[in-house]
T-cell receptor, first 112, second 114 residues
């Protein structure tokens, strides 16, 4: 399974764009990159998933370079409510089930 | 509304006691998972089940047991053999067979051993 490496924490201000980069050097051909958001004492919530290039939804964008060894989650114009832990996962399906590794995540703190 | 329901939300137990955490889903998902989260840490996989009457150990299965008698239910028992059971436990489900399966999580159960 591919392990991921993310910054432990980041600070930002309301209205700014936040980019969180994740490295996954051992990503396999069939793996997808997924990001989750978690608030204290709640279950993680799916944000976005991608395989290569760029994916955008109403919440975030995900940029994946051609070699797929890293990915960047982009949160446009963050607000105080975006303060949370963000997890980058490499999602592997091996026919027997899903395998994922949740790292410690990146704690984003948005200031007023 | 479809979703995953975990109960109880908070649970206290004495050392040496077994405790069972409930997880029910009405999303019609085949796959279900149990994760453990310690303070400031990521999630670690305890057990997962792809279909009824079948389940597999995750990375930290020792001291835990599960059953999957119904598609909707995947209870987790924390046994007295689990040395450090105090943690936040999360149940999740997903569609089986998709390589891009999204995990849907419950709200968690916080277990404290006194």
């Amino acid at each position: 399974l591919a392990k991921t490496t993310q910054p432990i924490s980041m600070d930002s201000y309301e209205g700014q764009e936040v980019n969180i980069t994740c490295s996954h050097n051992n990503i396999a051909t069939n793996d997808y990159i997924t990001w989750y958001q978690q608030f204290p004492s709640q279950g993680p919530r799916f944000i976005i998933q991608g395989y290569k290039t760029k994916v955008t939804n109403e919440v975030a964008s995900l940029f994946i370079p051609a070699d797929r060894k890293s990915s960047t989650l982009s949160l446009p114009r963050v607000s105080l409510s975006d303060t949370a832990v963000y997890y980058c996962l490499v999602f592997t399906y091996d026919g027997g089930g899903f395998k994922t590794i949740f790292g410690a995540g990146t704690r984003l703190f948005v200031k007023a | 509304d479809g979703g995953i329901t975990q109960s109880p939300k908070y649970l206290f137990r004495k050392e040496g006691q077994n405790v069972t955490l409930s997880c029910e889903q009405n999303l019609n998902h085949d796959a279900m998972y149990w994760y453990r989260q310690d303070p400031g840490q990521g999630l670690r996989l305890i057990y997962y089940s792809q279909i009824v009457n079948d389940f597999q150990k995750g990375d930290i299965a020792e001291g835990y047991s599960v059953s999957r008698e119904k598609k909707e239910s995947f209870p987790l028992t924390v046994t007295s053999a689990q040395k450090n059971p105090t943690a936040f436990y999360l149940c999740a489900s997903s569609i089986r067979g998709s390589p891009t399966g999204e995990l849907f999580f419950g709200e968690g159960s916080r277990l404290t051993v006194l």
